[in-house]
T-cell receptor, first 112, second 113 residues
Framework: GQQVMQIPQYQHVQEGEDFTTYCNSS?????IQWYKQRPGGHPVFLIQ?????EVKKQKRLTFQFGEAKKNSSLHITATQTTDVGTYFC????????????FGTGTQLKVEL | DAGVTQSPTHLIKTRGQQVTLRCSPK?????VSWYQQALGQGPQFIFQ???????QRGNFPDRFSGHQFPNYSSELNVNALLLGDSALYLC????????????FGSGTRLTVV
């Protein structure tokens, strides 16, 4: 089963509102990656965080990696309809070898 | 254009049949990973190929097998199909280790009836 959990599972927001998804791993991660999957599409790589406590920004998106390297968050400021999709965190779990374990995902819907 | 090419895009098979899915990685990538994604769930790791060998395997039965060719392309084979094998099968390529992030193909939607 999944060892990387995300909350919330679903989020409905009005356009212009902020959105945050949280990712928690059962073990430490050497790095955390975030992917976006549009409805009917495939996951697309957004960003990778490597250092403990690291924060990275991509326009309206802010990504954080926890101090213990077991949790992460993605925050979107002033959502737009183009942000619709499912956001997955993923990482190589300690002892998990080279494979990337994906989180359960947060589905974001944005209404006008 | 995802850079990773998968074929076919859709497939309908009957229980008990066998299926082969194909993947051509992004140019410059040498590692291919296969994932199964059921509706509404996150991708589940099936296995990974590097240098024509299975480097790592997830919790999938032996009915799932694969191959990587010298040109880095890969195949996923599933024998004795079950209804529960219905899912989106994603191929992801990367260069070297997983540290660099994956490039996913558009997937093959497999329906078992």
């Amino acid at each position: 089963g999944q060892q990387v959990m995300q909350i919330p599972q679903y989020q409905h927001v009005q356009e212009g509102e902020d959105f945050t998804t949280y990712c928690n791993s059962s073990t430490t991660l050497s790095n955390i990656q975030w992917y976006k999957q549009r409805p009917g599409g495939h996951p697309v790589f957004l960003i990778q965080l490597v250092k403990s406590g690291e924060v990275k920004k991509q326009k309206r998106l802010t990504f954080q990696f926890g101090e213990a390297k077991k949790n992460s968050s993605l925050h979107i400021t002033a959502t737009q309809t183009t942000d619709v999709g499912t956001y997955f965190c993923a990482g190589p779990l300690t002892g998990g070898g080279n494979k990337l374990t994906f989180g359960t995902g947060t589905q974001l819907k944005v209404e006008l | 254009d995802a850079g990773v090419t998968q074929s076919p895009t859709h497939l309908i098979k009957t229980r008990g049949q066998q299926v082969t899915l194909r993947c051509s990685p992004k140019s410059g990538h040498d590692t291919v990973s296969w994932y199964q994604q059921a509706l509404g769930q996150g991708p589940q790791f099936i296995f990974q190929y590097y240098e024509e060998e299975e480097r790592q395997r997830g919790n999938f039965p032996d009915r799932f097998s694969g191959h990587q060719f010298p040109n880095y392309s890969s195949e996923l084979n599933v024998n004795a199909l079950l209804l529960g094998d219905s899912a989106l099968y994603l191929c992801a390529s990367s260069r070297g280790t997983v540290e660099r992030g994956y490039t996913f193909g558009s997937g093959t939607r497999l329906t078992v009836v």
